[in-house]
């Protein structure tokens, strides 16, 4: 840092995204460096319905050195290998996105492209039973990924399912431990300094000023900060995310026990099931366009695996990004920054990428404007990924019922994604970043699920004599069949691992 006097960072509002943000500068930044301070009100309800994540958390609960075993104790976590889709491409159809890849290479070339050579030589072969972690799910298994990378149980990924708002109690514990300061209040008025045109003190309802270099904006879709004080302009993206409201309910556990998130395909929307240690999670995210919010609360309650533990509640959102997430001296992160439905499991993946970024480029007590321009390109970029990719799901649709999926199949969609789409119908050439989300195994599982079939391969596959290849194809499913059943079930595997201690699990039942 170009300035001996620590950074005064104030983070406005909590949650999840308060607290991730919060928990990560203490974590990576030194006394030195930086001061933290969070200010949040527990008259503001937080939406906190998102118990789904993806593997990329894990790497977020290592750099701020969170034991795995605890956090899923004190969250009433469990597992997750991937997402079912039922009825996405059409109804009756299912399929896997798994944390894991399908098949690994031979010859040189990526295993997708062995596969479909085979399939436009008429080899039915179904493509999922090449997914270690797909095969896993269907069985409701799981463990640990073998650290051996040459075994076939090494070929996977996992992520959590948890209570959010337990997860933000728990992260606040690990904060305030390492030196965060948090203050209760509501924030009444936000002043910018009259010179740069920065925000320069927030304050509180109780009447106290509180003063900063660097503010972090959690509170929101009312984006108090980014949003109201520095009008940092909206991206709405609603012309290819209809969807605009959500009804969230937990029921009783019941039915399977499963390590994957499930999301059904419904007239107007889709359903998500989410099973915890305690309890599942469920909600209906639908378009008001195409569905009154009665009705759509009355198909969520009419699906339930057991009984209803509370009244549904409902969220509004639109789907859309901030142009600018870092702003002057403000940064946003959750909701303030952005919302796209959480279809894919992303919103806690977006708050992890901003405040990495951010500590990246860190500030001195004077912005540097590349720094800022830096952090927008790339939180940009992740946006409009996960934007294209939760589009594509809605887009490669054949259904034949609600006005919803005519709409999303017959929609313009952009360029970037229509881009995406015509090199795989073409040559069965995938997006595979380095960086960001999302990876190759997730597009081949969504375009392939959605039902986009490539009419090409890579030339390099023709190298392998196909009936060589079958045999390699042959040799990986056996693998995978014959390894997959001596894997403890999910419910054991919990039990034994991470499970609520009695008295806490009987106390939330």
Not at 99 to 117: D, L, T
């Amino acid at each position: 840092m170009e300035t001996s006097a620590p950074l005064d960072i104030v983070i406005v509002g909590g949650g999840t995204a308060g607290w991730m943000v919060g928990t990560a500068l203490v974590s990576g930044l030194r006394p030195h460096q930086a001061r933290v301070r969070l200010v949040e009100s527990d008259e503001i309800a937080t939406v906190g319905v998102g118990e789904a994540t993806i593997p990329a958390m894990r790497d977020y609960n290592r750099f701020v050195g969170i034991d795995e075993v605890e956090m899923m104790r004190e969250t009433n976590g469990t597992f997750k290998l991937g997402i079912e889709f039922l009825d996405w491409g059409f109804k009756g159809s299912s399929y896997h996105h798994p944390f894991g890849v399908h098949g690994a290479a031979i010859g040189g070339a990526g295993f997708h492209h062995q596969w479909n050579r085979a399939r436009l030589a008429g080899h039915d072969l179904d493509i999922e039973q090449f997914s270690y972690a797909i095969a896993a799910a269907r069985d409701d298994r799981f463990e640990f990924p073998n650290p051996d990378p040459d075994k076939i149980d090494s070929t996977y990924s996992y992520a959590y399912h948890f209570d959010a708002s337990l997860y933000a109690k728990y992260l606040r514990k690990v904060a305030e431990g390492r030196g965060l300061k948090r203050t209760e209040g509501k924030v009444v008025d936000v002043a910018r300094d009259p010179l740069s045109g920065d925000v320069a003190s927030i304050t509180l309802a109780s009447g106290e000023v509180v003063r900063g270099d660097f503010f972090v904006d959690c509170t929101g879709f009312r984006g108090l900060l980014i949003g109201q004080a520095l009008n940092s302009p909206f991206e709405e993206w609603t012309d290819w995310l209809p969807c605009d409201r959500a009804w969230a309910v937990p029921c009783a556990r019941a039915g399977r026990f499963t390590p994957f998130t499930r999301s059904t395909a419904r007239e107007a929307g889709w359903q998500w099931r989410i099973p915890l240690q305690h309890r599942t999670g469920n909600g209906y995210v639908y378009s008001s366009r195409y569905i009154s919010d009665d009705e759509a609360a009355a198909t969520l309650m009419a699906n339930l695996d057991g009984e209803a533990l509370a009244e549904p509640r409902q969220i509004r959102f639109k789907a859309g990004r901030r142009t600018a997430s870092w702003t002057r001296n403000v940064m946003a992160a959750g909701l303030a920054s952005g919302f796209l439905e959480p279809l894919e499991s992303t919103s806690i993946y977006l708050v992890q990428i901003a405040v990495m970024n951010l500590l990246k480029l860190f500030p001195g007590k004077r912005v540097e404007p590349a720094l800022v321009e830096e952090f927008n390109r790339r939180v940009d970029m992740e946006y409009d990924r996960v934007r294209d990719f939760l589009i594509l799901h809605y887009h490669a649709n054949t259904r034949t019922d609600g006005e919803l999926w005519k709409h999303c199949r017959e929609m313009e969609i952009p360029e970037s994604l229509k881009h995406k789409l015509e090199l795989f119908r073409h040559r069965g050439v995938a997006p595979n970043y380095h960086d960001g989300l999302f990876a190759l195994p997730s597009w081949i599982s969504v375009l392939l699920g959605q039902g986009v079939l490539p009419g090409g391969y890579d030339r390099m596959v023709d190298n392998v004599p196909l009936p060589q290849a079958l045999a390699e194809m042959e040799r990986q499913r056996s693998a995978i069949a014959r390894r997959v059943p001596a894997m403890p079930m999910h419910a054991d595997f919990v039990a034994s691992h991470c499970a609520i201690p009695r008295p806490i699990a009987e106390a939330v039942a």
